[in-house]
């Protein structure tokens, strides 16, 4: 696997010069364009990585895929999916548009910004802290990353130029579609996305969404079957925000990305995959670890549909 791996890495070299590194975040435009690192999680075989699978990013909205599973295990599915839908989107990750001109008001998904701070004001905590506390633990239970920091440069520079998350917090609140302090939640929405992590941690995300909820390296069953089910039918549907439908014909299998250059996926019964390249589509998704992804899945017949 390592050898596939390594070859993949190096085969792909070139792919992020058909992308940039996201610069609305300040931050995050200091990050190394030519960056690339592959990792897998078999659940027969274990951890496999090549090229720059150290190296530390943020979530990002990868961190989307822990606060959706920590809803749906304290909530509900039903409650969960009264605030927002199920459907993809043909929109940017962070459009208004939709969200204004469609009645009722609701998120289209959970994996939308939108739809993220609706999901984080439901969770019930009403300290801000005790929320992002308890989305942490769930990414920590998740990865088997315990003490699981945040990027504070990183928070801070979202914080100070989020307004776009704003605006879209403000209207969620105006229509009645989300509940407690919006300061509050878009803190703790800030902070989530700031979670450093790298390409390791994220296959074991997928590995343990892959095998129903239980982690393959603590044995922990850290979500039911039916919550791993669920988040990882809204990854295949939505993960990749404009492009899902794109990468669901392409690479056919489960995934979540974030603007911090990864993307985590899960092939239900074998694997989780970690890829990571910081420079960015125009859909906000990884260039190399999209192409990594789709050689990945050639090679191995991964795709599920």
Known sequence: MKTLLEKIVR?????????????????L???????????VYSLSSGPASAGDTGSPFTMQSVSKVASLALALETLGEEKVFSAVGMAALADPFNSIMRLESDAPHR??????????IAVLSLLPWTDGGEKFEAVRDMAARLMAKPGLEIDEAVYLSEK??????RALAWFLKSVGNLEGDVEEILDVYFR?????????DLALLGATLAAGGRNPVTGEQVTSCGTARIVRTIMATCGMYDGSGEFAVSV???????VGGGISAAVPGKMGIG???PALDKRGNSAAGL??????????GLRIY
């Open 192 to 200: 989530q996305c700031s979670l450093l992590t790298d390409c390791t």
């Open 252 to 258: 056919g299998i489960p995934a979540k990305s974030g």
């Open 107 to 116: 998120p289209h998904n959970p994996l939308i910004n939108s739809g993220a």
């Open 160 to 165: 100070e130029t989020g307004n776009r998350n």
């Open 29 to 39: 435009g200091k990050g190394r364009a030519d960056a690339s690192g592959l990792s």
């Open 291 to 300: 192409a990594m992804l789709k050689r990945l899945s050639e090679e191995l």
């Open 11 to 27: 085969e792909c070299s070139n792919e992020w010069k058909s992308g940039r590194v996201a610069t609305y975040i300040p931050e």
């Open 275 to 277: 890829a990571w390249g």
